[in-house]
């Protein structure tokens, strides 16, 4: 880890914009949404307007009396401002805790009463519709982006307030809360410091460059409350890249904005490049002028990495896969380019980033891990957070003399490949890798959109799949594509929009065993 140490002062989020807009302030950031703090900014501005806009917002944080160390909770209607709320308040010194808008009311009461007493920082919707009216009690004081709500502070009435001069804290000093992704319960809240999502912007710096020599488009659909968006946009932004920012993931939505844009690097979740490969069928070639596809938290199916580079017209595109976590960051990289075929083993999700990360595989009882025999996988990086926000133990009980314990089981091969077969509360004993099994069904059946293998109340596999359009599941063609796997119980449809998912798009797998063992009907 020592190159990652080396002149590592923190990642400095409060002037993010302001210094890329010393360099590059002309270059442009297109939204596909308005933003509720600024509607009259509308959908295209200039990384300087931006700029000014997170100073604007700094100082009516300060005049609602936020000041350096405390904590400003995050949770409103879903959309950029997210973000660019998070870095004014990180400009006058404070902590953002972000939380994403599909959480429920209940379990951000719950965030905010653990946060102790931060400042609120919601709108008129989410107070009526969704939080209960214990928030006030929980919160230090309730501000409003939008709208307006019997005892909270409208920022809109603090236009106008006395710009205030950026204040820097230590790079060791918490600079962001993020919440994990809640696969496996009630999220927990990560703190990163300066210096940690620095550690993380590095690897990943270093990684584009040779992939991305020059200036290009670059499209993000990624979470705004998640820390992956925070290292793409540094990387963006100091490189010039001019910037497309989506909200929404529906398809013909994408093709048509993609069409007009023409984006050379697309940043999504592994979902969404799932749900987009109908796009490669669009006689408008939305996807020919990309020449880097990047995909991180998970991997990802090798027929989706072969559809978007099928759709790309550039001489040689490459899909690149980050496998990592909220609470450590990117561990592992992979590359696909056309040569690698379909068949390409989607549980190979890479190697470690030289000088930067380091992993290993523990065995989980006294064998040498192998693809039968997956053990745990560790990880150690300079990228990980200091600690779960008041649960120090829980913290604790995943690290081993600096090793962080992703949750994952797997193997390394000889060449040093990470493999990934299964979330360690997914392993279904006796089935093998339940992700390889996915891998494969989707590689032989056009028609499916998601399938998720979850246990069933008898131990047993049971199989939740999603078709395109949701037409009716063809039975012979899923009895063959399954016929060399180990056995299943006979297969589940659901509407895709039905299956419990996290910010990121990840099905959450527990959460979609409860509700078949509950006998839910949102089945479709």
Not at 50 to 68: E, G, M, S
Not at 490 to 510: E, S
């Amino acid at each position: 880890m020592f190159l990652q140490r080396i002149g590592n002062q923190g990642i400095r989020l409060g002037t993010l914009f302001e210094r890329a807009a010393s360099k590059h302030g002309s270059n442009v950031l297109i939204l596909d949404h308005d933003l509720d703090i600024a509607p009259g900014l509308g959908r295209r501005a200039t990384v300087a307007e931006v700029a000014d806009l997170i100073d604007d917002f700094a100082a009516r944080l300060w005049a609602a009396k936020v000041r350096p160390g405390q904590r400003v909770v995050v949770y409103k209607s879903d959309g950029f401002d997210i973000t660019l709320l998070a870095c004014a308040a990180v400009r006058i010194g404070a902590v953002p805790v972000l939380l994403s808008p599909k959480l429920d009311g209940e379990t951000v009461a719950e965030l905010v009463r653990r946060t102790d007493e931060p400042f609120l920082l919601t709108d008129q919707a989410k107070l009526e519709n969704e939080l209960p009216s214990s928030v006030f009690e929980f919160a230090d004081r309730v501000l409003l982006t939008s709208g307006s709500h019997r005892g909270a502070t409208e920022l809109a009435a603090l236009a106008g307030s006395p710009r205030v001069a950026p204040v820097t804290m230590p790079a060791d000093h918490p600079t962001l809360i993020t919440h994990t992704s809640g696969t496996t319960g009630t999220p927990k809240l990560a703190v990163h410091t300066g210096r940690t999502l620095q550690a993380r912007y590095r690897p990943q710096a270093t990684v584009m460059r040779p992939l991305v020599p020059g200036r290009e488009t670059i499209a993000m659909h990624v979470s705004f409350v998640h820390s992956r968006l925070i290292t793409a946009l540094a990387i963006s932004l100091f490189r010039g890249f001019p910037i497309v920012v989506l909200r929404e993931s529906d398809p013909k939505h994408v093709a048509d904005l993609f069409a007009q844009l023409r984006p050379g690097i697309l940043e999504a979740h592994p979902n969404s490049f799932m749900e987009w490969e109908e796009l490669a069928d669009d006689p408008r070639r939305p996807l020919a002028n990309v020449r880097l596809f990047s995909s991180t938290f998970d991997a990802i199916h090798p027929r989706t990495v072969q559809r978007m580079l099928g759709a790309s017209e550039r001489r040689a595109p490459v899909f690149g896969q980050l496998y990592g976590q909220s609470e450590i960051g990117p561990a592992v990289v992979r590359s696909f380019s056309r040569r690698r075929g379909q068949d390409a083993d989607g549980r190979c999700v890479g190697v470690p980033f030289p000088g930067f990360t380091e992993v290993r595989v523990v065995s989980r009882d006294g064998k040498e891990p192998s693809e039968t025999n997956p053990g745990y996988i560790e990880v150690r990086s300079d990228g990980r957070i200091v600690t779960y926000l008041g649960e120090q133990a829980r913290y604790d009980a995943q690290v081993n003399d600096g090793w962080w314990r992703m949750g994952d089981v797997g193997y390394r091969t000889k060449w040093g490949c990470v493999h990934l077969l299964d979330r360690e509360v997914d392993l279904i004993e006796g089935f093998g890798s339940t992700l390889a099994a996915e891998d494969t069904l989707f590689a032989r059946l056009e028609q499916l959109a998601e399938v998720v293998i979850i246990p069933g109340e008898d131990g047993r596999a049971v199989p939740v799949v999603c078709t395109k359009d949701d037409v009716p599941l063809d039975l012979a063609a899923w009895k063959a594509a399954a016929a060399a796997l180990p056995p299943m119980a006979d297969p589940v449809q659901w509407r895709i929009g039905d299956l419990p998912q996290t910010a990121t798009t990840k099905i959450k797998r527990l959460e979609l065993a409860r509700l078949l063992a509950s006998g839910s009907t949102v089945a479709g």
